[in-house]
């Protein structure tokens, strides 16, 4: 338990550390955002009452507190250049972010993992070398090109077998969920295939260093298979790296699905990150990228905590550390 809350304790304090690396290097960037608001034309008066209107005239340190405290609140403040509220907009973009994201790690787990036990469980070189092959080339395709190739084979109205959409995402979002289902289908394989390559190269690496192991032998003495003991004792040998890997995956593919979304004209966080950095919207790019942040965090936070369910060694050494 007390282990418990001293994650979140430092769950807690990383989030309020990354907070104000967010909010300083923001203000680093060159640029005034009442100036690029008012227009080239504006007059200095017009320019300084907007940075009166907006807060920006106050200290630093007031208007990072005024931020922060609506943070804790919910309430990421509005826009300073369409007048709408933050917190609306990011809820509206995650419906399309965080969905993609999970369907395309699904995917990405229903080939990678059995892909990568059966090139470990192969036996003649050819395969070991196809299924080698495979996770590299997997792995080497850009996202734009995959998701152009993708579009050309399934996209309705242009592709060989039109069956899936290519572009934009439903109007009333998720009271539909099929059809928000097959909007994200092809953006979401599109990842799915690239992070699939990934995992299947580490499964099948790690899966190959277990199968010369005394487990797998103690697995064959009491009656096993090869495949048997390595289905069954080598993946739970293996799990806690592998969740480790996963977690770093699924961190990474928030930056990944920004192009995937532009591809597919998908309104994500991604896009929208983008575009509010092109119009120079401090604050709404500062609550974006806190968000961003919180995710980041909140998997490692997850991922520890998984390690601490699977993996009976690490109770056993912290039981030993508490007493």
């Known amino acids: 338990m007390l282990a418990v809350i001293r994650r979140l304790l430092l769950f807690v304090a990383a989030l309020f550390?990354?907070?104000?690396?967010?909010f300083a290097a923001l203000r680093i960037l060159p640029g005034d955002v009442a100036s690029v608001m008012a227009g080239v034309n504006a007059t200095p008066q017009r320019v300084e009452a907007l940075r009166e209107q907006l807060g920006l005239n106050?200290?630093?340190?007031?208007?990072?507190g005024s931020?922060?405290?609506?943070v804790l609140r919910g309430d990421f403040g509005t826009s300073l250049l369409t007048g709408r509220s933050i917190s609306a907009q990011i809820g509206?973009?995650?419906?399309?972010t965080f969905p993609l994201i999970a369907l395309g790690m699904l995917i990405a787990l229903l080939i990678g993992i059995p892909a990568g036990c059966a090139g470990a469980l192969a036996?003649?070189?050819?395969?070991?070398q196809s299924f080698r092959a495979i996770s590299i080339i997997g792995g080497s395709i850009p996202a734009l090109w995959g998701g152009l190739l993708l579009i050309l084979l399934f996209g309705r109205g242009v592709g060989l077998i039109g069956i899936l959409p290519s572009q934009g995402f439903p109007q009333q979002g998720w009271q539909n969920p099929l059809q928000a289902v097959m909007s994200l289908l092809l953006p979401a394989m599109t990842v799915g295939i690239i992070v699939?390559?990934?995992?299947?190269?580490?499964?099948?690496?790690a899966l190959n260093e277990v199968m010369g192991s005394s487990f797998i032998d103690m697995g064959m003495a009491c009656g096993m298979t090869r495949r048997q003991a390595t289905l069954r004792i080598g993946l739970r040998i293996i799990a806690p790296?592998?969740?480790s890997v996963i977690g770093l995956t699924l961190a990474e593919m928030i930056t990944g699905v920004v192009v995937v979304e532009n591809l597919f004209a998908l309104q994500g966080l991604g896009s929208m990150l983008i575009t509010d950095v092109g119009n120079r919207d401090?604050?709404?790019v500062q609550s974006e990228l806190f968000l961003l942040s919180a995710f980041f965090l909140t998997i490692g936070l997850v991922v520890d905590m998984v390690h601490q369910l699977i993996d009976p060694r690490l109770r056993a050494v912290k039981g030993g550390i508490q007493q």
């Open 241 to 243: 790296q592998l969740v």
């Open 58 to 64: 106050r200290s630093i340190a007031e208007q990072y």
């Open 123 to 128: 036996t003649s070189r050819p395969a070991r």
């Open 67 to 70: 931020w922060l405290g609506g």
């Open 17 to 22: 550390g990354m907070s104000l690396l967010v």
């Open 196 to 205: 699939a390559a990934g995992i299947m190269r580490y499964t099948r690496s």
């Open 92 to 96: 509206v973009r995650s419906q399309v």
């Open 282 to 284: 401090l604050l709404t």
